[in-house]
């Protein structure tokens, strides 16, 4: 009983799923193709949780889908690139990585993480979707003004937006009966931190030759997005706390401002630029587990609540 209660304690499961990926990241290769299905279980398990009426308040969803680009575009956009342009030479590849990083949609885990710390999960569902919808614009134009046609697999993007946002959104409605929503009530969180546990394994295990091969190149983008993650988002919290925002909305703010994509920045950089530019990306990976991490200690609710 003790043994099971450790090995499902949310973060040993997490802190094993990145050991595991650095150093025997091995089997993600053959795991990469499963990755889409994995975040496809975990969002239709946290959209069930919410019902298409509230989600498609257009007036409301306006703006919610605004607050959401103001943080996770605008604000973090630039915050990131200020420090990227302080901290590193200017003909390095790797300031295109934080670019991307930057354009990157919002990443889907802030919906389960949401509901994880009892934040507004409307607002996380709505500024994900958001983010997405603004993606499909800004990217063709991002294309077209790059001149990088060739490199860019709109139809893989667009395939993966339909697996990780839309199916979920459809495949939820279908598990919002009764029976189905007692069981979620008890297993959402272990679900969620199961489904975690294996794409923080995948997206650590391909990435990991970045951490064992090439730790000097790696210790300027780490520097930068610790920067980011902590003393930045300190700020940012403190700020929101003398605004008298409600305690729900700033975890859900908070989590929207600084939680990227980071799968789609590193397919971007590897594509149009090459593998020193998808760097910052695999180190994103790392950070943002360890932010999550602390962040759910930090508000940390009981699982029946989950």
Not at 8 to 31: E, H, K, P, Q, T
Not at 106 to 118: A, C, D, H, M, R
Not at 149 to 157: F, N
Not at 232 to 256: A, G, P, V
Request: proline share 4%; hydrophobic share 60%.
């Amino acid at each position: 009983m003790l043994l099971k209660k450790i090995i499902l304690n949310r973060n040993f499961l997490l802190l094993s799923a990145m050991f595991l990926g650095i150093f025997a990241g091995g089997f993600a290769d053959y795991l990469k193709e499963f990755a889409p299905y994995d975040l496809l279980i975990m969002m239709t398990v946290s959209f069930s949780a919410v019902s298409f009426k509230s989600i498609f308040n257009i007036k409301s969803f306006l703006k919610n889908a605004l607050i959401a680009f103001l943080l996770n575009y605008l604000l973090f956009g630039c915050v990131l690139m200020l420090l990227t342009y302080m901290l590193l030479p200017a003909s390095s590849p790797m300031i295109y990585g934080f670019l991307f990083i930057a354009l990157a949609p919002p990443g889907v885990v802030i919906v389960p993480f949401s509901q994880k710390v009892n934040g507004n999960e409307y607002f996380s569902i709505i500024g994900t979707i958001g983010g997405y919808i603004i993606q499909i614009v800004v990217f063709p134009l991002l294309v077209i003004f790059l001149d990088i046609q060739k490199q860019i697999p709109i139809g893989y993007l667009l395939w993966q937006f339909t697996l990780m946002l839309i199916l979920p959104l459809i495949i939820s409605r279908f598990i919002r009966f009764k029976k189905a929503q007692n069981f979620l009530a008890k297993s959402r969180g272990r679900i969620i931190d199961v489904t975690f546990f294996i794409l923080i394994y995948i997206v650590i295990g391909l990435t990991r030759n970045v951490f064992l091969n090439n730790l000097f190149e790696i210790v300027m983008p780490v520097i930068i997005l610790l920067i980011m993650f902590f003393p930045i988002i300190w700020i940012f919290e403190n700020i929101m706390k003398r605004l008298n925002i409600c305690d729900s909305d700033q975890k859900s703010y908070t989590l929207m401002f600084v939680v990227k994509n980071n799968g789609v920045s590193a397919l971007l950089a590897l594509l149009i630029v090459g593998p020193n530019a998808a760097i910052p990306s695999a180190a994103l990976s790392v950070i943002l587990l360890i932010f999550l991490l602390l962040f759910l200690n930090k508000h940390r609710i009981s699982l029946h609540k989950i």
